[in-house]
């Protein structure tokens, strides 16, 4: 098909990560078949990736992949139930089956990938399930997350898409639509409420409550990214700084600076509540705003 390649990258450490490269008159981006991951989404257009990918990540098997959009299912952050478990739930480690794509002039490409219950997953999560995510690859990179309970009973479960951004740098960022909002600090385990846009001066980690969906990332004043989600409660803002980074060890010293996080998903006040053969669907909708 018309500018699609497959092909494996390499980490510093030789191991490979295969990947699916799309090519149209739009963008070209480069999905990893572990997590249904999009690395890079460059718009030929504006001349610019929307998104940020680490170098130094790593590619060891079953390790999330440190960039792009890792999709955080069925859990977000640290499993409450047992630390043990991977962090973000299993959804990014584990390679998806890419279950159709299909290419139109005007559209751009249109991916699906496919995840369904298998030994890795019944070990630590034990449902009858399968999530969908197509991606849409044109001016927009539009994403869907279809989660289909397949069980004989119900499940819970939280999501975010954590969306890395690239940006110049955090110092001149700013994320507008969340004034007004409540937000938890992960750093304090406090609520606050946020009264204007929001700027970065040191590690910053919040949950914010029952958004209105439509973000901005700004860069010196400009708005350069837009962000606008469907049915997707919350927002996690996140930039490491200097410590984390260091903590980190898949992310150079210096790139804290060259990426924000702005995750769109369902995380709290409650988990998603699905009943035993129904589904859900949540939506992103990602563009790089025209100079
Ligand atoms: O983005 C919010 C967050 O939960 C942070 O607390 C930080 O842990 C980040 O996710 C990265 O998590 P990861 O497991 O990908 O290193």
Redesign the pocket.
């Known amino acids: 098909m018309h500018g699609v390649l497959e092909n494996t990258l390499q980490d510093q450490e030789g191991n490979g990560l295969r990947i699916i490269e799309i090519e149209n008159d739009f963008c070209k981006a480069k999905i990893a078949y572990r997590g249904a991951q999009i690395l890079s989404f460059y718009n030929k257009v504006q001349q610019k990736d929307l998104l940020w990918c680490s170098e130094k990540s790593s590619f060891k098997p079953q390790k999330?992949i440190?960039g792009g959009i890792?999709l955080c299912f069925p859990w977000?952050?640290a499993n409450k139930n047992n630390v043990d478990l991977p962090?973000?739930g299993f959804a990014r480690n584990l390679d998806w089956q890419l279950a159709n794509i299909d290419f139109d002039a005007q559209q751009g490409h249109r991916l699906k990938f496919v995840l369904q219950d298998q030994a890795a997953t019944r070990q630590i999560w034990d449902y009858a399930f399968q999530i969908e995510l197509e991606l849409q690859l044109g001016q927009a990179l539009k994403l869907k997350l279809n989660v289909m309970n397949l069980d004989q009973q119900a499940f819970e479960f939280t999501f975010a898409w954590?969306s890395y951004f690239a940006i110049q740098d955090i110092h001149h960022t700013q994320i507008n639509g969340l004034q007004d909002h409540q937000f938890l600090d992960?750093l304090t385990g406090k609520m606050h409420q946020q009264t204007s846009r929001v700027q970065f001066d040191q590690e910053t980690?919040r949950i914010y409550q029952q958004t209105q969906q439509s973000y901005q990332i700004l860069d010196q004043q400009k708005a350069i990214i837009g962000i606008q989600s469907k049915d997707c409660p919350n927002v996690?803002v996140?930039n490491p700084w200097v410590e984390k980074t260091q903590r980190?060890g898949d992310v150079a010293l210096d790139a804290w600076r060259k990426f924000v996080?702005v995750?769109c998903g369902q995380i709290m006040p409650e988990a998603k509540q699905l009943p035993a053969g129904q589904s859900i669907q949540f939506e992103l909708e990602l563009q790089i705003i025209a100079e």
Do not use: K, S, T, Y
């Open positions: 999330a440190r890792p977000f952050g962090a973000h954590h992960q980690d996690v996140w980190l996080c995750e």
